[in-house]
């Protein structure tokens, strides 16, 4: 069974402060992790994927990955209320066939900052 | 990143109608798309995989011969939700892959959403 386990929240940081989201997955054999970020009523952004153990860094995020503890997390510097949304992880299987590329998500963490 | 364009973005409908949802790739070309529903405060829900120029696959519980899919072309996929019932008001989302994306990641972007409502 194919899961990922999210905090869902909500997470409030004050404005300025750094944001943590945490997941963990279930298949020691996924390839790819992503995170997405989705306001309400609106559809999932993709803001950060990444593929290899560390971190990685995009402007205000970085992603890492631990693949042995099977966690991947999302550190927002400087939180701003405009980063105000459900953070969503998701990763997808390393395995050929039909559902190759099926992307698993994890329920959401909501985040609030405050200003 | 890439773009991913549906319409419409809502839709209001009476019972037993048929919609249609459309979903493009506006700067690439996207061999497999997905669609999933969202209700509200609730997850994605992952209803099929659809990939051109074949039979989509469904996901468990979801009734192919309920919601239609057509993924006619490398850009364009398309969902009908036949005979729609109040129940089957939600938000429809697309997604598409980009085989080419960054490092190979194989991103998948998604539409901006269509929200159906039936009456």
């Known amino acids: 069974q194919k899961e990922v386990e999210q905090n869902s929240g909500p997470l409030s940081v004050p404005e300025g402060a750094i944001a943590s989201l945490n997941c963990t997955y279930s298949?020691?054999?996924?390839?790819?992790f992503f995170w997405y970020r989705q306001y309400s009523g609106k559809s999932p952004e993709l803001i950060m994927s990444?593929?290899?153990?560390g971190d990685k860094e995009d402007g205000r995020f970085t992603a890492q990955l631990n693949k042995a503890s099977q966690y991947v997390s999302l550190l927002i510097r400087d939180s701003q209320p405009s980063d105000s949304a459900t953070y969503l992880c998701?990763?997808?299987?390393?395995?050929?066939?039909?559902?190759?590329?099926?992307?698993?998500f994890g329920k959401g963490t909501k985040l609030s900052v405050i200003p | 990143g890439a773009v991913v364009s549906q319409h419409p973005s809502r839709v209001i409908c009476k019972s037993g109608t048929s919609v249609k949802i459309e979903c493009r790739s506006l700067?690439?070309?996207?061999?497999?798309m997905f669609w999933y529903r969202q209700f509200p405060k609730q997850s994605l829900m992952l209803m099929a995989t659809?990939?051109?120029?074949?039979?989509?696959?469904?996901e468990q519980g979801v009734e192919k011969d309920k919601f239609l899919i057509n993924h006619a072309s490398l850009t364009l996929s398309t969902l009908t939700v036949t005979s729609a019932h109040p129940e089957d008001s939600s938000f429809y989302i697309c997604?598409?892959?980009?085989?080419?994306?960054?490092?190979?990641?194989?991103?998948?972007?998604f539409g901006p959403g269509t929200r159906l409502t039936v009456l």
């Open positions: 700067d690439f070309q996207a061999t497999t």
């Open positions: 298949d020691r054999v996924s390839q790819s």
């Open positions: 659809s990939n051109e120029g074949s039979k989509a696959t469904y």
């Open positions: 998701a990763f997808r299987y390393a395995y050929s066939g039909a559902g190759s590329y099926q992307l698993t």
């Open positions: 997604s598409a892959r980009d085989p080419k994306g960054l490092a190979g990641y194989n991103e998948q972007f």
């Open positions: 990444i593929y290899s153990n």
